[in-house]
T-cell receptor
Framework: AQSVTQLGSHVSVSEGALVLLRCNYS??????LFWYVQYPNQGLQLLLK??????LVKGINGFEAEFKKSETSFHLTKPSAHMSDAAEYFC???????????FGTGTRLTVIP | DAGITQSPRHKVTETGTPVTLRCHQT?????MYWYRQDPGHGLRLIHY???????DKGEVSDGYSVSRSKTEDFLLTLESATSSQTSVYFC?????????????FGPGTRLTVL
């Protein structure tokens, strides 16, 4: 069975500081992993995805994530937070042949000026 | 942006009334999904469709039905709305099923059941 755990429902960072949002997954087969971002009153937008190519995945807006099989993790990072990064972030997992994504409960990122 | 619209965007209704939400896409994608988003739960799949008239249940399908008579439209119906169905509903589409294919999301419908 697939599942995703996002540690920390709220994360606050100062502008210019490192952003680290944690995601651990459970999957019985090699997973596909996604990070989505949701700005207030909007739908979800894909930041990046892992599909078994490079383990370090670069996404939009300077975000990247590293797939670590040994740790069953896919943490999202950004070296320097901007005010515009304030949003809710969702990690999701899927498997080959599956018909849908399984989402984590989300992490709300606040950026402090 | 993927061409996905949802209507209505906001709705307030009373317990026991039927409600239909519409998702319309212009991408000609085969797969369409309905999710609900609730605090502390993330997004949970209600129903999905893998073609015209082909649908299946998701994780939280009780109290919901769906229909897809055309590729571009996917309807979600609450037969008799309850307060527990107060939520934000998102439609999503994808070209291929699951796996590594990205899902594109609509703007959402905020439903309040009084």
């Amino acid at each position: 069975a697939q599942s995703v755990t996002q540690l920390g429902s709220h994360v606050s960072v100062s502008e210019g500081a490192l952003v680290l949002l944690r995601c651990n997954y459970s999957s019985s087969v090699p997973p596909y992993l996604f990070w989505y971002v949701q700005y207030p009153n909007q739908g979800l937008q894909l930041l990046l995805k892992y599909t078994s190519a490079a383990t370090l995945v670069k996404g939009i807006n300077g975000f990247e994530a590293e797939f670590k099989k040994s740790e069953t993790s896919f943490h999202l990072t950004k070296p320097s937070a901007h005010m515009s990064d304030a949003a809710e972030y969702f990690c999701a997992v899927s498997e080959s042949g599956a018909n849908n994504l399984f989402f984590g409960t989300g992490t709300r990122l606040t950026v402090i000026p | 942006d993927a061409g996905i619209t949802q209507s209505p965007r906001h709705k307030v209704t009373e317990t026991g009334t039927p409600v239909t939400l519409r998702c319309h896409q212009t991408e000609n994608h085969r797969y369409m999904y309905w999710y609900r988003q609730d605090p502390g739960h993330g997004l949970r799949l209600i129903h999905y469709s893998y073609g015209v008239k082909d649908t299946d249940k998701g994780e939280v399908s009780d109290g919901y039905s769906v229909s897809r008579s055309k590729t571009e439209d996917f309807l979600l119906t609450l037969e008799s709305a309850t307060s527990s169905q107060t939520s934000v509903y998102f439609c999503a589409i994808s070209e291929y099923p699951g796996g590594g294919d990205e899902q594109f999301f609509g703007p959402g419908t905020r439903l309040t059941v009084l």
